[in-house]
């Protein structure tokens, strides 16, 4: 199976799920700036300090210290066997660093799966998740914030991989199990 992917879509859309499930499956990190940014702000650190307003207002961080933090973390020795981008790139800039990054790394990119959901059904999921899980950006403005700045800055690189021929997409609605199976389909070969 191939083993350096990247998961794009909609927040609340499912990626973070699956992309634990391509873990266990692929043996391979996730590599979530989402994640990162959380821990970082959590810990305090220069790069928390300087992501949180935005995360919390649903904005997305500046590209430069996304960017850092996301190939600090592809040069990590865990990453030589391959990854599963989780949140990034979100933007062209980013796209177009990550290519320079695994450029460098000798390592390209062998799959983008998007995975499509209706765009009232991912507001209640994430309202849901908002009562489960407390993220301070799941309120109903960062919400909006999140999901108007996907379809303004995220999903023209739905184009930009679809011109590289490295493009699958999928129905993110279902069952975990469900959409697990579908995107297992989509990297066999
Ligand atoms: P979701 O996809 O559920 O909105 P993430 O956990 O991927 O959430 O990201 C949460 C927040 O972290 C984003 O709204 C943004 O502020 C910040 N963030 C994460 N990844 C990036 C990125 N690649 N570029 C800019 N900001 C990011």
Redesign the pocket.
């Known amino acids: 199976m191939l083993r350096r992917l990247l998961l794009l879509?909609?927040?609340?859309?499912g990626?973070?799920t699956q992309a634990v499930r391509l873990v266990s499956r692929l043996g391979v990190p996730q590599i979530?700036?989402?994640?990162?940014?959380?821990a970082a702000v959590a810990a305090g650190t220069d790069v928390g300090r300087e992501?949180r307003g935005?995360?919390?207002?649903?904005?997305?961080?500046?590209?430069a210290?996304?960017?850092a933090v996301?190939e600090a973390r592809l040069r990590q020795p865990d990453a030589e066997r391959g990854f599963i981008l989780?949140?990034?790139?979100?933007?062209a800039e980013?796209a177009r660093a990550l290519d320079a990054i695994l450029v460098k790394l000798g390592r390209a990119l062998e799959r983008c799966v998007v995975l499509s959901v209706d765009e009232q059904a991912l507001v209640e999921r994430?309202r849901k998740?908002a009562e489960l899980e407390g993220?301070s950006?799941?309120n109903e403005a960062?919400i909006r914030?999140?999901m108007q700045?996907?379809r303004k800055q995220t999903e023209p690189l739905i184009d930009y991989y679809r011109g590289r021929g490295i493009l699958v997409e999928l129905d993110g609605v279902g069952s975990v199990d469900e959409v697990a199976a579908r995107i297992e389909g989509a990297l066999a070969a």
């Open positions: 879509g909609a927040p609340g859309v990626k973070g979530s700036t989402g994640d990162m940014l959380r992501a935005y995360m919390d207002r649903g904005e997305l961080v500046p590209d210290v996304v960017i996301a989780d949140g990034f790139p979100r933007t980013q994430l998740r993220r950006d799941d960062a914030t999140r700045v996907y």
